[in-house]
């Protein structure tokens, strides 16, 4: 499988819900990253894990709780969020990450999520 | 932290013409430097990319150059087909990703 796998597709939800992101994938990879991405922009980096630990966190509002139960799987809990959070939410992994060397980052298909 | 410029932000090119673009880092310790083609409601997706040791890589219609003096890296697009329309993203790596603003680059048939 050489693929990163993200659903739902879609997603829209209200300002008082709770809800959650799901990415997977199994090439082994060791690192696992989200982005955002709004339209006609690049994606913003807003968290990494490496090896199922949180190694960045790009100052994202704590309405934002990424989690990392195991290798190949990566959440993305969403509370309270704000119209201005809709966007594009790409999942990515790597092989590692970290040291001397940088590692191609392989993207999932992403969630369209929109704030209402 | 880096910052990446990309240019042109627009691009319209003729079918069978070449395309061409550029981009800028601030930081010296970046060693890697992806570019992703993006196409409406798709993933980014990887399509060549270029370390730090080497100035030039080439698969097929696209190859990238990388000056790491002048801190340039371009993507170029030979003969180019109408399935190459879509935004492109150049990316700077130390560790992290940082993307460029992003180019439409739009096939004229």
């Known amino acids: 499988d050489t693929e990163v796998t993200q659903t739902p597709k879609h997603l829209v939800m209200g300002m008082t819900n709770k809800k959650s992101l799901k990415c997977e994938q199994h090439?082994?990879?060791?690192?696992m990253y989200w982005y955002k991405q709004k339209a006609k922009k690049p994606p913003e980096l807003m968290f990494v894990?490496?090896?199922?630990?949180?190694?960045i966190n790009e100052s994202v509002p704590s309405r934002f709780s990424p989690e990392c139960p195991n290798s190949s799987l990566l959440n993305l809990h969403l509370h309270a969020l704000q119209p201005e959070d809709s966007a594009l939410y790409l999942c990515?992994?790597?092989?590692?990450?970290?040291?001397?060397?940088?590692?191609?980052?392989?993207f999932g298909p992403g969630t369209r999520l929109t704030v209402t | 932290g880096e910052n990446v410029e990309q240019h042109p932000s627009t691009l319209s090119v003729q079918e069978g013409d070449s395309a061409v673009i550029k981009c800028t880092y601030s930081?010296?310790?970046?060693?890697?430097f992806p570019w992703y083609k993006q196409e409406l409601g798709k993933r980014p997706q990887l399509i060549i990319d270029?370390?730090?040791?080497?100035g030039e890589k080439k698969d097929q219609r696209i190859a990238v150059t990388l000056n790491k003096t002048a801190k340039h890296f371009s993507l170029h697009i030979t003969e180019t087909q109408p399935e190459d329309s879509a935004v492109y993203f150049c990316?700077?790596?130390?560790?992290?990703?940082?993307f460029g603003t992003g180019t439409r680059l739009t096939i004229i048939p």
């Open positions: 990316a700077a790596s130390n560790e992290k990703l940082t």
């Open positions: 990515a992994s790597s092989p590692a990450m970290g040291g001397a060397r940088s590692y191609e980052q392989y």
């Open positions: 270029i370390r730090s040791n080497v």
């Open positions: 930081d010296s310790a970046s060693n890697y």
């Open positions: 894990y490496s090896y199922e630990k949180l190694s």
């Open positions: 090439m082994g990879h060791r690192a």
